[in-house]
């Protein structure tokens, strides 16, 4: 009788573990990566329009897919029509979505070796040391592509996704610039220096302004968070270091900001 009545226990015990597991994936197998999510109308005109991109699903209102009409592809993703309330709740409060967004698989991370090869024809490797919020590195993206940036690094830790908030504030941007997460900073600019890159570190506490500076090319743009500016190993791995020149009442310069006046910097000089 004991012995029966413990088996009666052990199975309903297994039953309940059965159900719990049933009612929370996170407790079974990991699943696959999920697919990013890309809101608002450019940045995801731009995701539809890349051919490196793997799209599954176009969630959009009618409004919306009127606007990206002339682009679609009837067989290149599922089409869902929804209402903005609908994507509202899928995306969030805060997301300003335009009455569109993607699913679509992330895009291949790019190597440092790869930017490497390509940097000698193009703009500057822009260098992010831990900015944290979407918005400025979106912002940074933009700027990035619409200055033909070789690529972007950042940290893997310490950097946000590169869908939601920041693919909205790139402007499709994402689809054009080469990102590079890397694990260590400082031994990603020793490798950039040892392949003739030539650094430069924008620091508002820095002597010369980047305005009278010569780099050479190809070069990176190093710049830090704005709470912290760059840290020890990053500015000590940067050939040099340059402030922008604020005469006004604020000194400093939200972080995107600066990258896209250093960037109108280097691509004026370059074009002399």
Do not use: W
């Amino acid at each position: 009788m004991i012995r029966r009545s413990l088996s009666i226990v052990a199975m309903s015990k297994r039953k309940r573990s059965a159900a719990s597991n049933k009612r929370s994936p996170a407790l079974r197998q990991s699943s696959p990566r999920h697919d990013e999510r890309i809101h608002g109308i450019h940045a995801v005109r731009a995701a539809l329009a890349n051919p490196r991109r793997s799209i599954s699903a176009l969630y959009a209102t009618k409004n919306g897919r009127d606007r990206l009409a002339d682009i679609l592809d009837p067989v290149a993703a599922r089409e869902i029509e929804v209402s903005p309330a609908e994507l509202t709740r899928r995306l969030g409060g805060d997301a300003v979505h335009q009455g569109v967004m993607v699913e679509t698989a992330p895009l291949e991370q790019a190597s440092l070796g790869s930017i490497l090869e390509a940097a000698g024809g193009r703009g500057p490797i822009i260098v992010l040391d831990q900015v944290t919020d979407p918005h400025n590195v979106g912002a940074v993206l933009r700027s990035a592509a619409a200055f033909d940036a070789s690529a972007l690094i950042m940290t893997r830790r310490n950097s946000p996704p590169l869908d939601g908030t920041l693919a909205k504030a790139a402007c499709g941007g994402v689809e054009h610039v080469p990102v590079v997460l890397v694990p260590n900073l400082a031994r990603a600019l020793e490798e950039l220096g040892r392949a003739g890159v030539y650094r430069i570190g924008l620091e508002g506490s820095a002597n010369q302004p980047l305005e009278t500076a010569a780099p050479q090319h190809p070069c990176a743009l190093v710049l830090g968070s704005e709470h912290k500016g760059l840290r020890r190993l990053t500015a000590e791995n940067c050939d040099l270091l340059c402030r922008l020149t604020t005469p006004g009442a604020l000194a400093s310069l939200n972080v995107s900001n600066a990258a896209a006046i250093a960037m109108h910097m280097l691509a004026t000089r370059a074009a002399k």
